[in-house]
């Protein structure tokens, strides 16, 4: 048994929306985190731990569940950050030539532990994935986060039009690859499967209603896929899928709208769209560095709400896999919009909310015994500028929220999954 002592903070409840008052969140500064030996966490409290249990004394540091980025592409880190475009052409002029390397399966393997080792030096310990086209990039997301003992949701993406040679798939081996990787990886350990859409644009209707097929054989499986970013990508879409009423329309006829959908952006829906989505039980995954970078458009959170919405960094059209730099680009998409987002919102939909949005509340999202220990560790400060600003601070929304708004990864001191350390910040 092991035990951490730290200032623990989490969100057993949802806050209601603009709510600051310190009743929101569940605030135990000075606690002990117990972990027992199959990576749980086996007890919370304020006294100090039996003899003969090792421990490590965090006191005066910041004690979060790990984050959840509920949609990220593992093979885009090497174009995040590139200049001048919107989606289709951003697509077409820097992402799709970068992920024709990863039909290389060293190229993937490669890429994939420097993307979960990045992903845990930025305090996020679960998440869901679009590798590639390619089968083996599937393999070895699963492979590698096996390793590293966390949370993946993934699979391989489909695409058969619309795409360069060398990054498209075909109905039939597409399925057969789906059905070969749930096979292998589907509820084995900590891995989950998505029956993974790109988006609408690069499937065939024949390809939608195998994915479709496939969800509706097996309802433990999740989908993932883009919906709404962008204008002109809607506009395609309205070319493409002349008989939907919508873009969401066209996902919902396929049979991929359904509780364990998690779509990416949902800027422009309209009302019905929302209102289709909440009733489905699927929900927007929210990607604010990324709509920003690429002047996708603003998320209109309270429209789509009462649809559960969770945080992503959609890395490479997201500008940092940080999740804490994410909620502070967050705070600013509502703002543009006359709402204010606050720090509770922000922090439980990167951590309880998406959990319960994945269906993975059991596991994930909170500190409560009986659930993984997968947790961060934070610095308050890491220098002068903000270690002022939280010297200032009247009250826990208020430290907590400056923390949110100025805070990324060289604030955090260590990353823990299932109980085990897996990220060490070198210096202090
Ligand atoms: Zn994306």
């Not at 959908?261 to 929900?283: C, K, N, P, Q, T």
């Amino acid at each position: 048994m092991k035990a951490i002592k730290a200032d623990l903070l989490d969100f057993p409840k949802q806050p209601q929306w603009g709510e600051t008052a310190d009743s929101e969140a569940r605030w135990r500064p000075a606690h002990w985190l117990l972990l027992d030996d199959k990576g749980r966490i086996a007890a919370i409290q304020q006294h100090d731990p039996p003899e003969g249990v090792t421990r490590e004394d965090h006191t005066g540091r910041l004690l979060l569940p790990g984050f959840i980025d509920t949609h990220v592409h593992s093979p885009q880190l090497p174009v995040m950050a590139s200049y001048g475009t919107e989606l289709l052409d951003w697509l077409n002029t820097y992402t799709f030539p970068s992920e024709t390397a990863w039909q290389d399966e060293a190229v993937a393997q490669h890429g994939t532990a420097l993307f979960l080792d990045a992903l845990l030096a930025h305090g996020t310990t679960a998440a869901v994935v679009f590798p590639t086209v390619h089968k083996t990039s599937a393999e070895a997301l699963f492979a590698e986060a096996t390793r590293r003992g966390m949370r993946v949701i993934g699979g391989k993406v489909l695409m058969d039009r619309h795409a360069p040679d060398g990054l498209r798939d075909d109905v039939r081996g597409a399925e057969r690859d789906c059905r070969d990787l749930i096979e292998r990886w589907h509820g084995q350990g900590r891995n989950a499967y998505a029956v993974t859409v790109r988006f609408a644009p690069t499937s065939t209707p024949e390809q939608l209603a195998m994915a479709g097929a496939l969800c509706k054989a097996d309802p433990t499986l999740y989908m993932q896929t883009h919906v709404a970013e962008n204008r002109d990508e809607v506009r395609w879409v309205a070319e493409l899928f002349p008989a939907a009423r919508s873009y969401l329309d066209v996902y919902a006829r396929a049979g991929l709208l359904h509780e364990r959908s998690v779509l990416a952006h949902g800027i422009w829906l309209d009302a019905e769209d929302r209102a289709r989505l909440y009733a489905s039980g699927a929900h927007v995954a929210h990607c604010p560095t990324s709509n920003l970078f690429l002047g996708s458009g603003l998320f209109d959170w309270r429209a789509t709400s009462p649809a559960a919405v969770s945080m992503a960094t959609d890395v490479g059209g997201g500008t940092s896999l940080s999740m804490v730099r994410t909620l502070a680009a967050a705070y600013t998409v509502q703002a543009l919009q006359g709402q204010r987002l606050t720090a509770w919102s922000a922090l439980h939909t990167t951590t309880r909310g998406a959990a319960e949005a994945l269906h993975l509340q059991h596991e994930i999202g909170a500190l409560e015994p009986g659930l993984m220990a997968d947790f961060c560790l934070w610095d308050w400060s890491v220098g002068p500028v903000d270690a002022q600003r939280q010297r200032r601070a009247q009250s826990l929304h208020e430290k907590v929220f400056a923390w949110m708004t100025l805070a990324d990864e060289r604030h955090l001191a260590a990353t823990w999954v299932a109980g085990t350390p897996r990220y060490t910040r070198r210096t202090a």
